[in-house]
């Protein structure tokens, strides 16, 4: 019996000695393991303490095939001998032992530590034949569980150790433990039928994807992992590439290797080019990926899995994220921002600044809309100590506009998206606990600050000038929301609190990305309640800032400057579209015997569709002014909206004479007629361009 037990477990070893030869390659695909087995029956089948079996010792020899397209996976079937003496009977001496020889079939999973270090966790199950010294035998089903170590010591050779949890049906259960050697078939390359191994693949780490963020992981490493020469010759030109095939279109070329020494591990860095279906996923999810390496007209791959995030999901590790989700392209706000950009447009002032009258229509069209302000005290932005590494979610614009509700980065992006479609800057304002915006006004501060805008209420970056806008403030009006918003940005700023993105240059690390067209409209807010509201805020506006304007004239005082600071009070009041106070000046500076108030007065008849009366005012202010090119001008457009075709030419004609850059400068308002000759349609052609004095 004894020569029999040595004999099994030497068979192994001997069995490998007929391989022992020169290859061109070794194949890690097979691999044969032989050790010796030591086993320690602790409880019997009843989980109760075990009185019966020593432990034994015995031998194994396995198989391993692995398995090409599951990654680090490997079957086996082996077989193993132990024998056990029997424990004695109330210190009574049992004669006699158990014998069992057992067949198992198993997966193994491999995962590289290092280059040589490998951790297994295996999975066995089988029969074993048991007989006992007295000659009675019995079969039962076996299985064991465990996790081990495999060292490879050369191409050829591995020392590896497992443990084991056993258990055997009906008999006992315990702890096993092998420590045996590997040795890995050689294969000829000439004369095997599948390319050898020559690469493995160490360290795989891929982090959390946005679909949010797929433009960024274009250009910006989303993991990395290392990639070894197991073979014996140089591999050249290695082309790693990274690909999720549900969400990819193509693989993802990575890096570049172009030489690989045997032994030799480079770590490498993963990219990856998402299609539009990745902004289809609305749950986060679990997905395969595969890192492909392609070498000497051959692949190798490898395997892993990767949490990709719904396409809502991001974390305010950088603020500038927001802008991934502004999407001023999108079909419903580019239908509602120009619904709103035609809806008042007749009745814009040309003084007021155009940009700050297109924030007044988006704020009055949205609230027109009918959005509401939803708070969510459990996200990060509802707090004042932001966690960054909090998974929040963020609804592009279309969704806050199809659920007509949002917080404050919702309301915020959406905001962004509409003053994006309507051609002005934005930027995302965040003070603690929140988030907000603000839009370019498209002047300098020393521009603003001559139109009396109070600068405090205002944002000056490298001289260009933002207004801010609170968002979720549904029912005020564009002026109370604009003061709210400049109260939070100076509260905060003074104590460094608060911070300016904006949208653009966040786009530079974030691009915008937009949900896929689904074929659905939005539904338009009433016109007539965007331009009643549109109309009284801008009247809120140009108040305030025609008061400003009109207290740095200082006051009107009764002296010999009368006449001309009249005439310059009458000029601002015109300008906001104030006409009544504008006449009443313009008339007692021309009274006081100003020509300029004269010409002013035409100004106002001609904005007013009065050219007859305009023409009448510009004529007796010429016989006062009569070498003037600016007034040749008004008198033009004046004779010409009026059917004074011969006057009009006349006065282009001075025009040309007195002032020919002038003439050029409004080329546009003349245009040449079927007979030759020039005529001025000013009026037609829907410039209401006047020239004050």
Request: aromatic share 10%; hydrophobic share 40%; charged share 20%.
């Amino acid at each position: 019996m004894k020569s029999w037990k040595f004999t099994f477990i030497l068979l192994p070893v001997l069995s490998f000695s007929p391989l022992l030869q020169a290859a061109d390659s070794y194949d890690s695909n097979w691999s044969l393991f032989s050790a010796p087995v030591y086993y320690y029956p602790s409880v019997t089948s009843d989980f109760e303490s075990n009185e019966i079996l020593n432990s034994s010792w015995g031998g194994t020899l396995s198989a391993e095939r692995r398995i090409q397209t599951a990654g680090p996976f490997s079957l086996r079937l082996g077989g193993a001998y132990t024998a056990a003496p029997l424990q004695p009977v109330e210190d009574v001496k049992v004669k006699g032992s158990l014998m069992e020889v057992s067949a198992q079939a198993g997966l193994v999973y491999g995962y590289g530590l290092t280059s040589r270090l490998t951790f297994l966790g295996f999975l066995d199950a089988g029969m074993t034949y048991g007989r006992l010294s007295t000659g009675k035998t019995t079969t039962y089903g076996s299985g064991q569980s465990g996790i081990g170590l495999d060292f490879r010591i050369s191409d050829a050779w591995s020392a590896r150790l497992e443990t084991a949890a056993v258990y055997k049906s009906g008999l006992t259960a315990g702890l096993g433990a092998v420590f045996g050697i590997s040795y890995h078939i050689p294969v000829s390359e000439k004369s095997s039928p599948l390319p050898p191994r020559m690469l493995d693949f160490y360290s795989i780490e891929v982090n959390d994807l946005f679909p949010s963020l797929r433009s960024q992981y274009e250009d910006s490493r989303i993991g990395s992992a290392t990639i070894t020469n197991t073979g014996k010759k140089n591999l050249e030109n290695l082309r790693v590439s990274f690909i999720i095939r549900q969400y990819m279109d193509a693989p993802r070329e990575s890096y570049t290797i172009n030489n690989l020494s045997p032994g030799e591990s480079v770590q490498v860095p993963l990219y990856a080019l998402f299609n539009d279906s990745v902004l289809g996923i609305t749950e986060s999810t679990k997905v395969s990926g595969e890192i492909l390496v392609d070498y000497n007209g051959m692949e190798e791959s490898r395997g892993t899995s990767v949490l990709v995030y719904d396409r809502n999901a991001l974390t305010w590790s950088d603020d500038r994220k927001a802008a991934a989700f502004v999407s001023s392209k999108d079909p419903w706000v580019m239908d509602l921002t120009g619904n709103i950009m035609a809806t008042v447009m007749a009745e814009r002032n040309p003084e007021l600044t155009k940009n700050l009258q297109t924030a007044i229509a988006i704020h009055e069209g949205l609230k027109a809309y009918g959005i509401s302000y939803m708070l969510s005290p459990n996200r990060p932005f509802a707090k004042e100590i932001v966690d960054t590494a909090t998974v929040d979610t963020l609804k592009y614009p279309r969704q806050t506009l199809g659920f007509r509700a949002g917080d404050c980065a919702d309301l915020s992006v959406l905001y962004a998206s509409c003053f994006e479609a309507a051609g002005i800057e934005t930027a995302f304002i965040t003070v603690p606990g929140h988030i907000f915006i603000a839009a370019d006004l498209g002047m300098s501060a020393s521009r603003a600050a001559a139109r009396g805008m109070n600068l405090n209420d205002l944002i000056v970056r490298d001289d260009k000038v933002w207004v801010p806008i609170e968002t979720t403030m549904r029912s005020a009006g564009f002026t109370e929301v604009w003061k709210k918003a400049a109260e939070q940005w100076r509260n905060a700023s003074g104590d460094n609190k608060a911070a300016l993105y904006p949208v653009h240059e966040a786009w530079n690390l974030y691009a915008p990305v937009g949900l896929p067209a689904d074929g659905s409209a939005i539904k338009l807010p009433r016109p007539d309640e965007i331009l009643r509201n549109f109309t009284a805020e801008k009247t809120i506006a140009s108040n305030n800032e025609l008061n400003a304007r009109l207290d740095r004239l200082g006051p009107l005082d009764k002296g010999p400057s009368y006449a001309k600071a009249a005439n310059n009070r009458g000029i601002l009041y015109a300008k906001y579209g104030f006409y009544p106070d504008a006449v009443k000046y313009l008339k007692e500076a021309a009274n006081a015997g100003n020509a300029s108030a004269l010409v002013n007065l035409g100004n106002i008849s001609l904005l007013q569709s009065d050219a007859e009366t305009a023409y009448g005012y510009y004529r007796e202010a010429a016989e006062q002014l009569p070498r003037n090119a600016r007034l040749q001008f008004n008198l033009a457009k004046a004779a010409a909206a009026s059917g004074n075709q011969n006057e009009a030419d006349a006065a282009l004609e001075e025009l040309r004479r007195l002032d020919p850059e002038l003439a050029e400068q409004y080329a546009h308002v003349a245009v040449v007629s079927g007979s030759g000759s020039s005529m001025t349609r000013a009026a037609e052609a829907e410039d209401t361009r006047v020239l004050w004095f």
